[in-house]
């Protein structure tokens, strides 16, 4: 295995620190995660994960943390995101193709409007907008 520079070691750093910085309320006005399980991947969040990454790259948002995750625990709904605005409760989407990303992207990451007719739940509560 070749060792790290001393390059590779700051870069990795200057990563760890982006991945709290959230948390801190920090440089990042939102993180999106994206459920990458088995059951995300094969219901098309890659493609999900391209939009976003594509967006944010369009509009020139480098503010916004991505992250992904592993299955969120409802299988049926993925693809599935969670949208994390520092200070607001986080909110899960479900069924998210890479146009409704796009949608959610401009609309609640950027603009703090949640996207009601894609949401499953805000915080740990069931929106009205749940689909039963």
Avoid: W
């Amino acid at each position: 295995m070749p060792k790290l520079t001393l390059d590779e070691l700051a870069r990795m750093r200057e990563q760890a620190r982006k991945t709290t910085r959230l948390r801190e309320g920090g440089a990042h006005r939102a993180k999106v995660t994206v459920h990458m399980g088995t059951c995300g991947i094969a219901a098309g969040a890659r493609g999900v994960m391209n939009a976003l990454l594509a967006e944010i790259d369009r509009q020139n948002a480098h503010d916004v943390l991505v992250v992904n995750s592993g299955c969120a625990g409802l299988c049926s709904r993925e693809p599935m995101i969670t949208v994390e605005r520092v200070g607001e409760a986080p909110v899960k989407y479900a069924d998210v193709n890479p146009d409704k990303m796009s949608r959610i992207f401009e609309r609640h990451v950027l603009g703090g409007t949640i996207v009601s007719e894609y949401a499953l739940g805000i915080g740990s509560e069931k929106t009205d907008y749940q689909k039963e």
